[in-house]
């Protein structure tokens, strides 16, 4: 569980989360398209640094 905390993917999903539903729930009045784009950016990331890492580990 500590090495979850530490995951940099882990916060990055985490702080993308909070984004939307602050979006949300505190009405900032982001546009869609740029949470869409953030979120979009953020899954690429997600998924590319878990294959570099699944391919560190082999």
Same mark, same amino acid.
């Given at each position: 569980?500590?090495? &979850? %905390?530490?995951?940099?993917?882990?916060?990055? =999903?985490?702080?993308?989360?909070?984004?939307? !539903? =602050?979006?949300?729930?505190?009405? %900032?009045?982001?546009?869609?398209?740029?949470?869409?784009?953030?979120?979009?950016?953020?899954? =690429?990331? !997600?998924?590319?640094?878990?294959?570099?890492? =699944? &391919?560190?580990?082999?």
């Amino acid at each position: 569980m500590k090495n &979850k %905390l530490k995951s940099r993917k882990f916060w990055m =999903a985490v702080v993308t989360a909070g984004l939307v !539903i =602050a979006n949300e729930g505190l009405e %900032l009045n982001l546009p869609s398209e740029s949470i869409l784009s953030i979120s979009g950016l953020v899954i =690429a990331y !997600i998924l590319g640094q878990s294959h570099v890492d =699944a &391919k560190k580990s082999e």
